[in-house]
């Protein structure tokens, strides 16, 4: 809710300078300033709504790609499997955030949806083993094998017969990617790597090392972001264990 409605409760510029600087929080600045005179409250409900749209294509990117794979693989089996199971396994075993560093130091990331391609290339890998496994399941079922009789084809059944019944399961897949690309944004941005035209948490925690916040105990600048990403993350795992006991009745509490 604060993303969304955030940025309407200031007219600051998260960039905008001219403030008093180094101010603790107050009925003026709800999250004090910078000590570049910078509105501490605007740079925390801006990066708020950045992770959460970041979050979300990447999210959206690598459920993309994990279900392609997943559900190809997992149905047609054979050479097919094969060369998409090598794939997934070299990906798996890369350094991730290792690999991210360097393409986003050598690519210069300039904006959030850069950025959101970047990460979700790489984070697929599980997502498509576990959906494989899904679909190999479902391709032996009597519905499939009624579908494949009447003439349906590869295609025809993934997403009519096979992705409805993995529906729910999918989406506890969307939200687990969702909450590791908030994560890896966060980092990249940590770092320096991620846009630097674009207010984000991460680029707040880096703006506030970089600058001695810790050092000059302007708590209010580098407390906020991290409680940010951690409520984020926090919550999305929260909705994926509730949702998983909804949608599997054997973690239904009697």
Request: glycine share 12%; charged share 10%.
């Amino acid at each position: 809710v604060l993303a969304i409605v955030g940025p309407w409760l200031t007219d600051a510029d998260p960039f905008e300078f001219g403030y008093p600087t180094g101010e603790p929080p107050s009925r003026e600045y709800w999250l004090g300033t910078t000590s570049a005179g910078q509105d501490v409250f605007s740079q925390f409900v801006y990066g708020l709504r950045s992770s959460f749209i970041v979050g979300a294509l990447a999210g959206a990117i690598a459920a993309f790609i994990a279900m392609t794979i997943g559900f190809v693989s997992g149905y047609r089996g054979g050479i097919v499997d094969e060369i998409l199971g090598m794939l997934t396994n070299v990906v798996l075993v890369l350094p991730t955030l290792a690999v991210l560093i360097v393409f986003a130091a050598y690519l210069s990331v300039g904006s959030l949806l850069a950025e959101a391609v970047l990460i979700g290339v790489t984070l697929w890998p599980w997502a498509a083993l576990s959906i494989h496994v899904q679909t190999f399941v479902f391709s032996s079922r009597e519905f499939v094998g009624l579908a494949r009789l009447s003439g349906a084809g590869s295609v025809r059944i993934i997403t009519r017969e096979i992705a409805p019944n993995m529906s729910s399961y999918l989406f506890l897949v969307f939200i687990l990617l969702f909450g590791g690309s908030v994560l890896t944004a966060a980092t990249l941005d940590f770092l320096g790597l991620g846009p630097s035209q674009v207010m984000s948490l991460g680029l707040m925690m880096y703006t506030a090392v970089y600058a001695s916040a810790l050092q000059l105990e302007m708590w209010w600048w580098f407390i906020p972001p991290g409680i940010g990403i951690t409520a984020i993350v926090g919550g999305l795992y929260v909705t994926n264990v509730g949702l998983d006991e909804v949608f599997n009745p054997r973690l239904r509490r009697t």
